[in-house]
């Protein structure tokens, strides 16, 4: 704008309001706005581009549109004033509006109005076709070859996911600037093609354009290098930071911290976290994520307390790496807090915070509070679905997450592969062979390939099933196999009477790349059980520790009382249990007395039953069994005290409960229930096989107690 052509009037309220909007004093623009309306010298483009662009630079865009509307000759600045005020706000959908408006009103778009149109396609991804028009509308104009619309047209395509249409707009750009290469390497960040990241890393080093190494390209490929197999390369670029003297800046400190604690090398993370003079919310939740996805779940929220007295406001992304933390080690309390917390910060209707809540009030047995958060959202997203599904497979309710599964399906939300896994965990805990199949059916449906988690999800329901041939199809189909997919089909084969086949797909396991876990151990210990296989399950046990480092738990010891207990080992059993060097409570007593009742070793048996009177155990079948034991010796008085014991700590028997599919349909049965709607039917056959048992001269067995 030539202001020397204009009349004086307009030049020094034109000069004027330049100067209001560098100040940002609105109210001396009103002022101004109000004398300009009194004199009618709104009626020049000028001096209404110069309203506009106050109200704008003062962030009352209401008034920027009200002016801009009543603009009667609007030419490409009055056009531009607002497209690029709504295009910084990310309002996408009224740019649009906006430029569609502009051409019909026959104006010619420049260079910052292309600019400020692809920054605003950048902020809607799913709209590629609309991006791609104005691209070629851009060439037409040929605006495409200032390297501010190119820079801008980069970041649209980066933003979109399509790095390979970025990459060529890149290599066709004539000129290109700092701006330039770091969008392309952050849009190869974003996709994690940390090698393709790198490598235009050095040929920017290497090209003529280079203007040196700033705090825009770092920050972008360190991003990039945010995986363990680069964090080496991340070592050299951290370095580079330094040396450049760059390290001030704290989006590089942010980078930096954020590349170690995502590769795992939390010392490396801490270290430049205290070094970093200027630390923001950013970088304190950097650390406290870390932490958290490492396990130090203690140390994430110990820095959440440091980074409050520190004066610095969490974000979102702290809240959720800290909530996470909550949830990993069951800290009910302080995750209460933490909600607290973010509910006076306003947070709390931000979908991956409830996302986190839900997960943890999970983790932590709180169904009914991770209901409550999951209802609390209207519109829940993927994330928040999945979550309360796992949630209920977590704790058992396999019928609700089912139930929430099929809401969720007839809402037409698109499940992910995470979703599918919970699912069909649930329907392998059920045993529900009809439904995983419809899962099945689901995933193929959906497009998910075998690959992990879906694919050891299926292999596991159908072996839990009893289908071991599809269990073992779906299991060889697999492109990878976690420790998941081999525990589940090992779990199948040795809970189906195949403990052999699964001692051999354990050794085959062994050979493989896949390193066991203690779960892996229970599968296996549990097939020697079933087999009888006695040395062999010495030799596992002791396999553990002295080859894969892992210590028995509670789990182990368990089988291995079972091995021995099977196989009529009965005092070596006890002598096993009484040398385990952990905390076992009540469980390996019980293994014993059970194994004592079934070769009728009554002393050893009324030895274990004793142990467990004295741990206080809450089971009623304990002393159902330990009466027996008395009863069988004779000891009428001894029968008489566990039974005052029992009625004494309030011990209770608890009715038996089944369940089988039919039809399509789950029958859930349970001792004394008569709210089945077949119930007549039902007693009326149990008591034909009674009397059919009766006739043929069966005696029960069993000591009502």
């Given amino acids: 704008m030539n202001l020397s052509s204009l009349p004086f009037h307009f030049r020094s309220l034109i000069t004027t309001l330049i100067h209001y909007s560098r ?83 026959n104006t010619n778009p420049n260079a910052h109005t292309f600019a400020g149109v692809f920054t605003a396609a950048s902020h809607e991804a799913s709209d590629v076709f609309g991006g791609q028009k104005i691209h070629a509308l851009a060439i037409k104009a ?40 770091a969008t392309m390497i952050s849009g190869y960040a974003m996709q994690r093609l940390a090698g393709d990241a790198l490598e235009l890393f050095g040929l920017m080093r290497r090209s003529e354009e280079n203007e040196g190494e700033n705090e825009f390209i770092l920050t972008s490929v360190v991003s990039a290098l ?76 110990n820095l959440l307390r440091d980074m409050h007295f520190a004066g610095i406001m969490p974000n979102q992304y702290t809240f959720v790496g800290v909530i996470n933390a909550c949830g990993d080690i069951g800290a009910l309390k302080e995750g209460q807090q933490v909600h607290g917390y973010l509910l006076k910060m306003g947070f709390e209707l931000q979908v991956y915070i409830m996302s986190a809540l839900v997960d943890m009030y999970a983790k932590c047995g709180r169904v009914c509070d991770a209901r409550n958060g999951f209802d609390y959202l209207k519109e829940p997203d993927v994330v928040l679905w999945t979550s309360m599904i796992g949630g209920y497979v977590q704790n058992g309710e396999y019928e609700a997450a089912l139930g929430l599964y099929c809401r969720m399906h007839k809402e037409g939300i698109m499940p992910n592969k995470l979703t599918m896994a919970s699912v069909l965990k649930a329907c392998s805990s059920l045993s529900s062979f009809e439904q995983g199949k419809q899962i099945h059916a689901r995933t193929i449906k959906y497009g998910f390939s075998l690959e992990v988690p879906i694919g050891s999800a299926l292999s596991t329901m159908y072996a839990k099933c009893g289908n071991l041939e599809d269990g073992n199809l779906v299991f060889r189909r697999m492109p990878v196999r976690d420790v998941v997919a081999w525990n589940g089909i090992i779990s199948g084969l040795s809970q189906n009477g195949r403990g052999t086949e699964a001692l051999e797909l354990f050794e085959e396991m062994r050979m493989g790349d896949t390193k066991p876990d203690y779960v892996t151990f229970v599968n296996v210990l549990s097939a020697c059980s079933h087999m009888g296989f006695v040395e062999r399950g010495w030799i596992y046990f002791k396999m553990m520790y002295n080859e894969f480092g892992i210590a028995p738990r509670v789990e182990h010891y368990a089988c291995m009382v079972d091995v021995l207990s099977r196989a009529g080992r009965l005092d070596e059993a006890k002598d096993f249990i009484e040398s385990a060097t952990i905390d076992h409570g009540i469980c390996l007593w019980r293994i014993l007395l059970s194994a004592c009742c079934n070769y009728r070793n009554y002393e050893l048996g009324a030895y274990a039953g004793e142990k467990l009177i004295e741990l206080g155990t809450p089971e009623s079948s304990t002393y159902v069994l330990l009466s027996s034991i008395y009863t069988s010796l004779g000891r009428r008085e001894d029968v008489e005290r566990v039974r005052r014991m029992m009625n004494l700590r309030g011990v209770s028997k608890e009715p038996g409960c089944s369940w089988i599919e039919l039809k399509s349909q789950v029958h859930v049965f349970v001792v004394h229930d008569e709210m089945h709607p077949h119930i007549e039917n039902i007693y009326a056959e149990i008591r034909r096989l009674k009397k059919h048992m009766k006739d043929e001269g069966y005696q029960p067995s069993s000591i009502t107690f």
């Fill in 226 to 301: 945010a995986v363990p197999e680069f964090v080496d390369t991340g070592k050299q670029i951290h370095c580079l930071a330094v040396k450049n003297g760059l390290m001030s800046f704290v989006s590089v400190g942010n980078a930096v911290v954020t590349m170690y604690a995502k590769c795992g090398n939390l010392d490396d993370a801490l270290r430049t976290f205290e070094l970093c003079g200027d630390r923001n919310s950013i970088t304190w939740s950097a650390m406290i994520c870390g932490f958290a996805q490492s396990g130090d779940s203690l140390k994430a929220l």
């Fill in 23 to 105: 100040q940002k004093h609105l109210q001396n623009g009103k002022a101004v706005h109000a004398h300009i309306i009194k004199t009618g010298s709104s009626s020049s483009v000028y001096v209404a581009n110069s309203l506009v662009n106050l109200y704008v630079k003062c962030g009352d865009l209401p008034t920027a549109k009200l002016v801009f509307e009543a603009t009667p000759n609007k030419d490409v600045v009055s056009w531009n004033n607002l497209i690029n005020a709504y295009s910084h706000l990310g309002s996408s959908s009224l740019v649009m509006d906006l430029f569609r408006r502009m051409r019909a009103d």
């Fill in 142 to 181: 040929a605006s495409f070859f200032d390297v501010f619309v190119g820079s801008s047209l980069l970041n649209m395509y980066c933003k979109m996911g399509l790095v390979g249409d970025a990459r060529k707009v890149f290599d066709r750009m004539p000129e290109r600037n700092s701006v330039s290469w």
